[in-house]
Nanobody
Framework: QVQLVESGGGLVQAGGSLRLSCAAS????????MGWFRQAPGKEREFVAA????????WYADSMKGRFTISRDNAENTVYLQMNSLKPEDTAVYYC??????????????WGQGTQVTVSS
C-alpha cells in the first residue's frame, strides 16, 4: 500500500508560480510512475502530468505544456509539480497519484488527499 501526501498548494496571483510536492511512503518509489491530476469545482478530474519511475519519460496535458514541469527525486520519494504563469482557470484541487507500473499507463492505483490551488485574477 502506497501513501501519498501533497503539500505546497495555496493562493497565488495570476502570472505567479507554485511548486507542489508529493511525499510517498509504503512502496519502492522508483517502481511507480507518478502523476498529477486536478479537479475544479463542478468539473471532472483531469490529467495534468506524469513521469515514469526512472524519470526518463514525462507526459503533459496540452494546456499545461510549457507552463508546468513534473519532476521526481527517487532518493527522497518525492514528486514535484512546478507551475508557472498560473491562470485563474488553473484553480483546482491538485491530486498526486501513483501508477502500479513504471510507466504512466491506465488508471493510477493510489491517490493523495489533494491540495487546493487558487489563482486570483
Amino acid at each position: 500500500q502506497v501513501q501519498l501526501v501533497e503539500s505546497g498548494g495555496g493562493l497565488v496571483q495570476a502570472g505567479g508560480s507554485l511548486r507542489l510536492s508529493c511525499a510517498a511512503s509504503g512502496g519502492t518509489f522508483s517502481n511507480y510512475a507518478m502523476g498529477w491530476f486536478r479537479q475544479a469545482p463542478g468539473k471532472e478530474r483531469e490529467f495534468v502530468a506524469a513521469i515514469s519511475g526512472g524519470a526518463g519519460m514525462r507526459w503533459y496535458a496540452d494546456s499545461m505544456k510549457g507552463r508546468f514541469t513534473i519532476s521526481r527525486d527517487n532518493a527522497e520519494n518525492t514528486v514535484y509539480l512546478q507551475m508557472n504563469s498560473l491562470k485563474p482557470e488553473d484553480t483546482a484541487v491538485y491530486y498526486c497519484a501513483a501508477y502500479n507500473r513504471i510507466v504512466a499507463s491506465g488508471t493510477p492505483a493510489y491517490w493523495g488527499q489533494g491540495t487546493q490551488v487558487t489563482v486570483s485574477s
